[in-house]
C-alpha cells in the first residue's frame, strides 16, 4: 500500500524523493524472500546475508529520499551516504570472511550501519521542514520504533523473542515510509490553503481598488453579456448588481447603435451610454479582449462621464 501511494503521488508530481521512497519500500519488501528461506533452513548464511543487505540497502534509500525531500545532494550528505555505505562494505567483508555470527560481538559487523542509518534518518527528519505536526510526529516516532527495535535484536536471547523483533521491523518500516507520504500529503494541502489565502486576498485587494476607482469598469463575455462592474458603474447607471450581471449585454448601456465586438488589440472610442432612468452621457473607452483556453473576457474602462442635462459631473 505504501508502495501504490508512493508510485502515485510520484506519478503526480514528479518529486525525486517520491520515487526513492518507492524503490527503499520495494527493496524492503523483497526481504520476505530471504525471510521465507531462513523459516525453511534457519543456518543459511547466504539467505541471512541477503536479508540484512536488503534491510541496510532499504534504509539507505529511505535515507537517500528524506535528504532529497528537502534539496539535492550536498557533499556533506554525499560524505554520510558513503561512509553508511562503505561501513556495511567493510562489515559484510568481515562477516563472509569470520561466518555465521554466533556471539552478540559478532553480530556487530552487520547490523550497526543499518542502525546507525536509522538514526541518520531520524536525524534528519529532525532537520526536515514538514508543515503538518502530525506528520512530523509520525515520521519521528517510527523511526525511533525502528531503531530501537534493531538496537533491541543485538540483545535478546530467546529465538521466539527475536522473530518478535524481526517481523515488528518488517511491519514499522512501510508506516515509516507511509509517514512520509502523510507529510506530502499534508504539506501539499497546507500549500494549497496558503494559496486559497493569497487569492482570496489578493481578490479583495483588487475589488477594493476597481470599487475605488473613479473610472467605470465592466468586463463582458465573447457575446457581450455582463460578468462584471465596479461600485462606479452602478452608481452612474443605476442598475443593482442582480439586474445586471449575466443579464444585460453591453449594447444595452449603450444609446445608439452599438454593438460589442472582440478584439485582441486594445482601442479607444467615444460614445454616449444611457442610465436607467433614460438621461445620456458621453464617454471615452478603452477596450481590450483577453483570450485563453477556456474562455473570453473583454474590459471595458470608461473614463470622463460627463452627464446630461440634469445629472451632475461625474468627473
Known sequence: MAFISLRVNYNSTRKPYLL??????????LRQIPALLLSFSPESFLALLLSFFLQFFASWMLLCAIIRKESVFST????????????YALGLVFTVVT???????SWLAITLPAIFTVLAVLWKI?????????GKILLFLSGISLASIRIALLIVDST???????????????????????????NAHSKLNTLLKEKTRSEANLRFILDNSVDIILTVNSAG??????????????????????????DDLFSGN??????DKEQELSAI????????????????????ESETQTIYVIRNAEIKSEQPDLN
Do not use: C
Not at 561466518?99 to 560481538?105: D, M, Q, R, W
Not at 529532525?126 to 502530525?134: D, N
Not at 451610454?273 to 485563453?292: L, N, P, Q, W
Open 160 to 186: 521466539e523473542m527475536v522473530y518478535l523483533l524481526y517481523y515488528l521491523d518488517v511491519l514499522v518500516f512501510p508506516i515509516l515510509v507511509s509517514a512520509l507520504v502523510l507529510a506530502e500529503i499534508e
Open 126 to 134: 529532525r532537520h526536515t521542514e514538514i508543515a503538518a505536526l502530525s
Open 76 to 87: 556533506n550528505h554525499k560524505i554520510l551516504l558513503g561512509l553508511l555505505f562503505a561501513s
Open 20 to 29: 526513492l521512497g518507492s524503490i527503499a519500500i520495494g527493496i524492503e519488501a
Open 273 to 292: 451610454m444611457e442610465r436607467i432612468d433614460g438621461k445620456t452621457f458621453s464617454v471615452k473607452a478603452r477596450i481590450k479582449t483577453i483570450i485563453d
Open 225 to 250: 453579456l455582463l460578468l462584471t462592474w465596479n461600485k462606479r458603474a452602478e452608481n452612474v447607471f443605476g442598475y443593482t448588481n442582480s439586474q445586471a450581471i449575466r443579464k444585460m449585454y453591453i
Open 99 to 105: 561466518g555465521y555470527p554466533h556471539s552478540t560481538l
Open 258 to 263: 452599438y454593438w460589442h465586438k472582440n478584439t
